[in-house]
């Protein structure tokens, strides 16, 4: 209080509302793997971009990958028809899963390279690999997703003994910090459904944390290009007539540059465009994770948090790479055995590739089976936290709780006013209760407890629309 000494009028003013909430931000993915430059400064150190140009500058693309064109001996109208191209099977899935990223309405994300591209994915023991990068991403405070699309690469053996260990230890992460959500990918979905392998990897994950994560089926065909150089790029023209005397054309052995270099003697134009136009329908398939984030990071955007990220076209991809039906669906994504959830990517006639499923792994678990509801809880209690540090040392009397309770009322009335919160009225909707003989004993007071108890009615997706229908008879 101002000590007044000298006659005159003096003007104070005076604070009466609570302090303000500051929302955290929702949808802001670690992605953790290999780039294809890992410079010593920036290894196993989250680095947060907003663009893949900012990527690209500190990380590179991926590694250039070798592909070999195979072309018929005989030329038409001077085109050598192409016979076949050898797809190049991906060592790494980092830098295509953040394109997808950035594609389907990513933006801010954090990378965390733990090596470079030269490198073989491996589960590390914490001080490298995988592991490594993960623990990494733990000592940022910022991230609120994780993303590991090069887990998929590790030991998948019967065992799959070390895709187990970095996945439950990502959900052990997001359970420990409670601010964050992991998404994960289906091993081995490359090729068609299997009960079996589905089975397999229920296994895998355990039984705890699993309401901090989501594992999403199959993995994705893509529109984007595989990335390569014109001298990575292989010729193959052998005798198709097999006859020891014939040698092979006159393209064999080259490398794609020789024909787009004027002074070799393979310089070819018409040839050159005619291959780097097949290799232009040459795509990558990969698992979903990042193209997942991505729908995660756009719905928060229009919608809020609340809303499940399903039931959404996914951008850049021309399918997935196993066609699932509705009986197959019903086995991902209800499991009578483990109750661990699988969210399906489907193809529809007319409705593009979909998201079709919104739920955490903690499928059986009524209170956490929704993603939205799980991450919207991750939202408001790192919020409340945040926005509650003013309080600590504050005196523990009446004056304190009403601030705290009226600060938590209004950010939740917030909420339920933009959609969040289930209820006719704010009262049915949410409720805070704070003091003495509510929350609190003497005891408590005596050592320096201020316990607050929050109560929300989180709406849940409307996943199962039911239309009954049934004869009227006649009334005249």
């Known amino acids: 209080m101002a000590g007044y000494k000298a006659p005159g009028v003096y003007v104070e003013e005076i604070s009466i509302f609570p302090p303000p909430v500051a929302e ?63 797809e190049p099977v991906l060592a790494h899935y980092l830098y295509y899963s953040i394109r997808m990223f950035f594609e389907n309405g990513g933006g801010k994300c954090y990378v965390v390279s733990v090596g470079d591209t030269a490198s073989a ?59 964050r959500f992991a998404i994960l990918d289906v091993t081995r979905a490359k090729l068609a459904y299997s009960t079996s392998e589905i089975s397999d990897y229920r296994k895998l994950l355990g039984a705890s944390n699993l309401k901090y994560g989501a594992a999403y089926y199959p993995f994705i065909k893509t529109s984007l290009n595989y990335v390569y150089a014109d001298s990575s ?30 002074a070799h003697a393979g310089f070819d134009p018409v040839n050159y465009r005619n291959i780097r136009n097949q290799l232009s329908r040459l795509t990558v398939t990969l698992p979903p994770s990042g193209a997942i984030a991505g729908i995660y990071a756009a719905t928060d955007a229009s919608r809020g948090v609340w809303k499940a990220p399903a039931n959404v076209s996914l951008n850049a991809v021309t399918g997935p790479s196993v066609n699932t039906d509705s009986s197959q669906q019903n086995e ?20 593009d590739t979909l998201v079709r499923g919104a739920r955490t792994l903690a499928g059986n678990d009524n209170e956490w089976r929704y993603i ?42 917030q909420k339920w006013r933009e959609g969040a919160l289930a209820g006719a009225t704010a009262k049915e909707a949410f409720f805070v209760r704070c003091g003495l003989g509510a929350t609190m004993t003497a005891q408590d007071i005596l050592e320096g407890r201020m316990n607050v108890e929050i109560g929300m009615a989180a709406v849940r997706p409307a996943e199962f629309i039911i239309l009954k229908f049934s004869h009227k008879l006649q009334a005249s």
């Not at 991450?375 to 003013?390: C, D, G, P, Q």
């Open 233 to 262: 790029v292989t010729l193959s023209q052998p005798d198709e007539a097999a006859d020891a005397d014939s040698a092979s054309g006159r393209l064999n052995g080259l490398a794609l540059a020789n024909l787009n270099d004027p």
């Open 372 to 413: 939205p509801v799980r991450r919207f809880f991750n939202m408001v209690e790192e919020s409340l936290k945040k926005s509650t540090y003013w309080a600590v040392f504050e005196p523990n009397d009446a004056n304190t709780w009403n601030k705290v309770r009226g600060m938590i009322e209004n950010y939740l009335t």
């Open 332 to 351: 991902l994504n209800a499991d009578t055995n483990t109750g661990k959830s699988i969210n399906a990517i489907r193809s529809f006639p007319g409705k």
């Open 24 to 86: 955290v931000e929702t949808a802001v993915p670690a992605f953790i793997g290999y780039t294809q430059t890992s410079p010593g400064s920036l290894r196993n150190r989250p680095l947060k971009i907003i663009s893949l140009l900012e990527y690209e500058a500190q990380f590179g693309k991926a590694r250039n990958e070798s592909i070999t064109v195979t072309l018929s001996e005989a030329a038409v109208n001077g085109v050598y028809p192409i016979l076949s191209l050898t």
């Open 121 to 179: 994915v491996a589960l590390g023991d914490g001080a490298s690999g995988l592991l490594a990068g993960l623990n990494a991403a733990a000592r940022e405070d910022d991230p609120t997703l994780i993303v590991i699309p090069d887990a998929v690469l590790l030991d998948n053996g019967a065992a799959g003994t070390e895709y187990a260990t970095l996945m439950r230890a990502a959900l052990a992460q997001c359970a420990t910090s409670g601010d």
